[in-house]
């Protein structure tokens, strides 16, 4: 490693990134590009929209390459949360990158995390997805940071996605605490030029010499650490140089939360009141100053209501705060210029009228996918059994919800398919069918299989096998030719587990084998295997692309 | 780096470079249906824009949606530093669209003074398409240019290169560019590609420029 410049040690510093060239990055590759040469050792992540590019990015990085940076997907976001917090331990730089709804999945491990403390700085990226874009639900990873008791930050741009990637391990390695950091689709998925600083080394091994054992006695002492340290948080927060203070002479406040700073300076320029929030907790002593100078503060937040609620704890029920809540702004989707410019007096609207001959163009499921002859196969199957229910999961796949099949009752989060056949089943439901990717299986699925062979529930699992991770863009997926040997060693009777080949001169055969599974009592899997239509294809390029000597 | 990464210069060299129209700031919509290649027209777009030393904003769409669904990316070129990811209600000076109906999806961002450059061929893959002379004399309607792409780019020898067409009737109304920049991005971008390429891409564009 040579030429690596030193980071400014003293509080709230910014990385050095003067002469720095300038690259045009998403706001998720210049959160990797930033993690890189802030010294990372390893990023742990299960992809998500729109968290993915993160890792892809990491993966293809030739500082990365040359480092052996660790970038395998992992199986889950929980494993995920436990390897990099392993990787801290060990005195090293570790980023666990995930989606929102992946918050939930490693919540344990999160929540703790913040109990044992870190030495090696420790980031956890959570990409929210408000209006739902690619996600069922648009909770706000704000809460995750506050209910852990650790700071959060939320970059505006994507200038400051990658400047809080050096920072943020700093704060993390001063603290003794995991950060998170929350960004949005539209910071995530969005391009612009970014300044970049010089790579800096990683950390040496040093493991931690404190005990990490979570005992009742352990814990009570370090639980009381973690709240002690919430000073040292506040006054970071107080002094951060992402929390800035924008006056004018305007008696409305604007409190600003990460990208909604940037609609409202897009609505009015140098003309607000504000204080933009970039790091939490919350920078009280800011908000009162700017509340004493106003007579109502208006919050505009991506997400949910969470610094709206906030600051009117804050500020008592005098204090006029509008937001979210009061209708001043949507109670739901993302923010857009439009929504922000309305609520500050200032919108246009549209210039011409909306057009008369449009339909809706749903996504779907593309043509030649494997995941269209199993629909096809069960709706047939399934058409003679009226009182059926088929449990589906997430992934490419539950667009078979959608016309023309139909064939799903339910989607909820990763692996309840199974567990939710299996509970149907409990109560008399039959026919249960789940279906269940393959990356989903084992992501979550297996442990509900296994539930499933200790009780002997009366279901039907069909492991949609396409060989990847198809919906966020065809990352490897973890169980790839381990399927049948996991479902025999979760106790499936080997009879009971049959692979097919879903195309469509394999009809008669798949329809028997669905037939044959529903009508044993007990839990079948079926696995119809056959690779991704859009990585086949990408695959084939670039064989194309090859010299016959290195195929 | 990965290759989609483009050194920009400085910020001091950011204003005044040469090759570029008159026009301090271009809002772009660029639409079509997952799958029809907007993103490459958007590459070469910034491409120009960044060899011109212009500010540059660019909002995709991954994930879902991307399976055969709606597809739009908001593409901001400014000589000033841009705050919003997103165009504006009426803010929009092009829609560029790889499909007629598309186009119109977005028409509350197109401004007052905007422009749709489109596909004239539908791409149906919806049971409740409208009716197709409806559409098209609504969009006749509209300040809109529009031509059968895909046949043009089949009359350059180039099937695989509507995209390029498109482009190239777009890039007169691209006032912040010039056009023979967005060629010299062309060349750029498919380089690697082989020369064969680059000549093909620049023959659609150009046939996209005389709008035949």
């Known amino acids: 490693m040579k030429n690596m410049s030193t980071i400014d040690k003293s509080n709230n510093s910014l990385p050095n990134r003067d002469g720095g060239e300038r690259v045009l990055l998403l706001g998720d590759e210049a959160i990797a590009l930033g993690a890189i040469h802030a010294g990372l050792s390893g990023v742990y992540a299960y992809p998500g929209t729109p968290s993915t590019e993160i890792t892809e990015f990491i993966q293809g990085n030739a500082i990365a390459k040359e480092r052996g940076l660790h970038s395998r997907w992992c199986t889950n976001e929980k494993t995920a949360m436990e390897a990099a917090l392993g990787m801290s331990y060990a005195g090293k730089r570790a980023l666990v990158c995930m989606k929102h709804v992946g918050m939930n999945v490693c919540a344990d491990a999160f929540v703790n995390s913040a109990i044992t403390g870190v030495k090696g700085g420790l980031i956890v990226l959570a990409a929210d997805d408000p209006s739902m874009h690619s996600s069922q639900n648009e909770q706000d990873s704000r809460f995750y940071a506050k209910f852990a008791l650790v700071p959060c ?28 950091m929350r960004i949005v689709t539209r910071l995530a998925h969005s391009r612009a030029a970014v300044k970049v600083a010089a790579p800096v080394a990683e950390k040496p ?38 929390n800035q203070v924008e006056t004018s002479a305007s008696k409305r406040g604007i409190v600003a939360c990460g990208i909604a700073y940037n609609y409202v300076k897009e609505a009015v320029g140098s003309e607000a009141n504000l204080v933009k929030v970039s790091q939490y907790p919350l920078p009280e002593a800011k908000i009162k100053a700017l509340a004493a100078q106003c007579d109502e503060l208006l919050v505009i937040e991506d997400g949910q209501p969470v610094v709206e609620e906030m600051v009117k704890g804050l500020l008592g029920a005098g204090y006029p705060v509008k937001g979210r809540l009061t209708g001043d702004l949507p109670r739901t989707g993302e923010l857009t210029p439009d929504s922000v410019a309305k609520a500050l007096g200032k919108a246009t609207g549209a210039a011409f009228a909306p057009a008369k001959n449009l339909a809706a163009r749903p996504p779907q499921l593309c043509q030649g996918c494997g995941h269209r002859d199993v629909y096809a196969a069960l709706n047939e199957v399934l058409a003679d059994y009226p009182e059926h229910r088929v449990f589906g999961d997430i992934g490419c796949y539950t667009l078979g919800a959608l016309p023309p099949f139909q064939s799903l009752s339910s989607c909820v989060d990763m692996g309840a398919s199974i567990t939710m056949a299996k509970g149907a089943a409990d109560a008399g439901l039959f026919p249960a069918v789940a279906v269940i990717g393959d990356s989903t299986f084992t992501h979550s699925g297996m442990t509900g299989l296994l539930d499933a062979v200790n009780d002997k529930s009366n279901i039907a699992v069909v492991i949609s096998d396409n060989l990847t991770t198809g919906m966020t863009g065809g990352q490897d997926s973890a169980g790839t030719n381990k399927f049948e040997a996991i479902c025999l060693g979760l106790g499936v009777e080997p009879e009971h587990v049959r692979v097919v080949v879903p195309l469509p001169k394999n009809m008669p055969e798949i329809t028997r084998v669905i037939r044959e599974e529903i009508a044993y009592n007990g839990v079948s899997v079926i696995i119809p295997r056959r690779e991704c239509i859009q990585t086949f294809k990408r695959h084939a390029k670039q064989k194309q692309t090859l010299p016959p000597s290195s195929l | 780096m990965k290759e989609n990464q483009t050194t920009i210069d400085t910020a001091s060299s950011l204003k005044g ?37 212009l500010y540059l904003k660019q909002a995709e769409v991954h994930g879902m949606s991307q399976r ?14 841009i705050w919003s990811d997103l165009i504006a209600e009426a803010g929009a000076d092009l829609i560029i669209s790889m499909e007629p109906m598309e186009s119109m999806r977005y028409l509350a961002y197109l401004g007052k003074e905007g422009k749709i450059v489109t596909s004239s061929k539908p791409f149906v893959n919806i049971p409740n398409y409208p009716d197709e002379e409806a559409l098209q004399a609504e969009l006749d309607a509209l300040p809109s240019v529009k031509l059968d792409i895909e046949s043009v780019a089949k009359d350059c020898g180039n099937p ?4 390029m067409v498109l482009l190239g009737m777009a890039a007169p109304y691209i006032g912040i560019l010039s056009v023979e920049s967005l060629r010299e991005a062309i060349a750029t971008v498919f380089a690697r590609k082989g020369e064969q390429v680059v000549e093909a891409n620049l023959k659609a564009f150009d046939a996209g420029v005389a709008g035949k």
């Open chain 1, 153 to 180: 930050l939320e970059p505006s741009n994507q200038q400051e996605a990658y400047d809080m990637m050096a920072y943020g391990f700093e704060l993390s390695e001063r603290l003794g605490e995991p950060i998170v």
């Open chain 1, 205 to 242: 091994l040093s493991p931690a010499t404190d005990a990490w054992v979570l005992l009742p006695g352990i814990a009570r002492k370090k639980y009381v650490a973690l709240l002690e340290k919430q000073v040292d948080m506040l006054q970071a927060s107080e002094g951060s140089p992402f």
């Open chain 2, 17 to 53: 470079s040469a090759g570029r129209g008159s026009a301090s700031k271009c809002d772009i919509i660029l639409c079509g249906v997952g799958g029809q290649g907007i993103l490459s027209i958007a590459t070469i777009i910034g491409e120009a824009a960044t060899k011109a030393g």
């Open chain 2, 68 to 81: 055969g669904g709606d597809v739009q990316s908001n593409l901001r070129l400014s000589t000033e530093p």
């Open chain 2, 160 to 163: 695989r290169g509507a995209n």
